[in-house]
């Protein structure tokens, strides 16, 4: 478990993932693709998974390399493994739907305490949230201007799990890192954030995530 019970008077900041945890997660629709082109299940996060501070991925999330950079090297990695995929098909799966609920609990999170955004996206698309189309874009941007920060790693040039990420959000949000609370849908992505000083919660679903939550805030979510 990534929550134990913690003095909410002590919390000053909700930091939030974006993709996984305000929307559905892009796992999903790796898997829906995998069906739908015979690939193994979880071919792509295993993928992703492999070298994970050097590979395709982690270089594309952290800008050194361009998206026609990204598209050969991806596929390059996974026709190693056996199945051939353009990195171009994959941010095509990036953008999820965002989840209502969870976007009313940032809201009511904001009224109490300080709320940024620490995301590792890609140049491509559309805004943080890599949306596809101009209506997407719009819906991902209003709730991007809810947080107080975002930090992004396409900006920052460095990602999660990379813990200076996580100190540069607490720094200019002028708060320690035992003052916050992080969501993410990652474990990897939880960790250095735990040894930091954080309270974490693993987003496993949407109500799992809201409810744990209200235990770390004493806050009420409808």
Not at 33 to 44: A, G, M, R, S, W
Not at 61 to 69: C, F, G, I, Q, T
Request: include cysteine; aromatic fraction near 8%.
């Amino acid at each position: 478990m990534s929550i134990h019970y913690h003095d909410p008077m002590a919390i000053k900041a909700i930091l939030w993932d974006f993709g996984g945890v305000l929307t559905t997660s892009p796992f999903d629709a790796f898997n829906r693709f995998e069906t739908t082109n015979d690939l193994p299940v979880d071919f792509i996060r295993t993928l992703n998974a492999t070298n994970p501070e050097n590979n395709a991925w982690a270089q594309f999330e952290s800008s050194s390399v361009s998206l026609d950079e990204f598209d050969e090297l991806f596929a390059l990695e996974s026709t190693a493994q056996g199945h051939r995929i353009p990195g171009k098909q994959i941010v095509e799966l990036l953008s999820g739907d965002l989840r209502p609920r969870m976007v009313g609990v940032l809201k009511e999170c904001k009224r109490h305490f300080q709320v940024a955004c620490i995301t590792n996206n890609v140049k491509s698309g559309q805004g943080p949230g890599m949306a596809r189309t101009s209506e997407r874009a719009a819906q991902m941007s209003q709730v991007m201007a809810l947080f107080d920060l975002v930090v992004e790693s396409s900006i920052e040039g460095i990602r999660k799990p990379n813990p200076s990420i996580y100190s540069l959000t607490c720094d200019r949000l002028g708060i320690v890192p035992a003052d916050a609370v992080f969501l993410d849908d990652l474990g990897i992505n939880l960790k250095p954030a735990r040894a930091l000083g954080m309270q974490t919660i693993k987003v496993l679903n949407e109500s799992q995530a809201i409810d744990d939550l209200a235990l770390l805030t004493g806050l009420k979510f409808a």
